[in-house]
């Protein structure tokens, strides 16, 4: 893995211990913490790329800039380029269902890598793993994102017609934790206008989004 080297490894181990690891008595400590802070530092990380790199742009184009650097798939895609998924603490019933390859998974454990990263050696080295890593091909990451993003086109097409941007609402949750299951709902001018089911949050969003797209194009 191209991580900088820690003055405390425990850390780093802890960002690669699955909680099912723990259960199973393979680690004192599970990364959800890790996550939680990781989560934090890539999104100020990302938001101050995004707002300096693109001056001319208002709140809502970055957003949907930072949001297409953090998704799921690009996380999970930069977890398997750094060889996460051979290092990864799971059970066995986990890796016998081949979770390590799991996106969710993968895409938590690479903000869990962030956060001990930022507790280890502080913002800056945070920042320079970011800015060495998931920035590379900034630019490309963002266009690539946008033209498959469907919750980006809906709301053009909602905000067209003198509505408020469309809201979505996690409705469930299913599966173990290696196969969760998201269910979205995504409300448009106050009312239910589709669901959709994906691996991630973010996935169930863009499948509702996308449903809710084919309904309006319908």
């Known amino acids: 893995m191209n991580l900088p080297k820690f003055n405390n490894p ?8 699955h909680r099912s690891a723990v259960n199973e008595g393979k680690g004192e400590s599970h990364n959800e913490r890790l996550e939680f802070l990781g989560d934090a530092v890539l999104e100020l990380v990302i938001s101050e790329f995004v707002y300096l790199k693109f001056p001319d742009f208002q709140e809502g184009k970055l957003t949907q ?6 998704r799921t798939e690009t996380l ?7 060889n996460i998924p051979k290092s990864i603490f799971i059970s066995k019933g986990e890796k ?14 690479i903000e869990a890598v962030i956060g001990s990263i930022f507790l280890d050696k502080g913002l800056d080295a945070a920042k320079k793993f970011i800015y060495s890593t998931l920035l590379v091909d900034a630019d490309k990451k963002i266009k690539t994102a946008i033209m498959l993003d469907s919750k980006s086109k809906l709301q053009e097409i909602v905000q067209a017609k003198g509505f408020y941007s469309p809201t979505y609402n996690i409705v469930d949750i299913s599966g173990p934790d290696h196969q969760r299951i998201f269910t979205a709902e995504v409300v448009v001018n106050g009312k239910p ?3 959709g089911k994906g691996a991630s949050k973010q996935e169930a969003e863009q499948e509702a989004a996308k449903a809710a797209l084919d309904d309006i194009i319908r």
């Open 193 to 195: 206008a589709a669901s």
């Open 76 to 82: 999970a895609k930069l977890a398997n380029e750094l």
């Open 65 to 70: 800039f930072r949001t297409a650097l953090v």
């Open 96 to 109: 016998k269902e081949g979770g390590e390859y799991n996106a969710s998974l993968l895409a938590d454990t």
């Open 10 to 17: 425990n850390l780093l181990k802890q960002s690669l211990t």
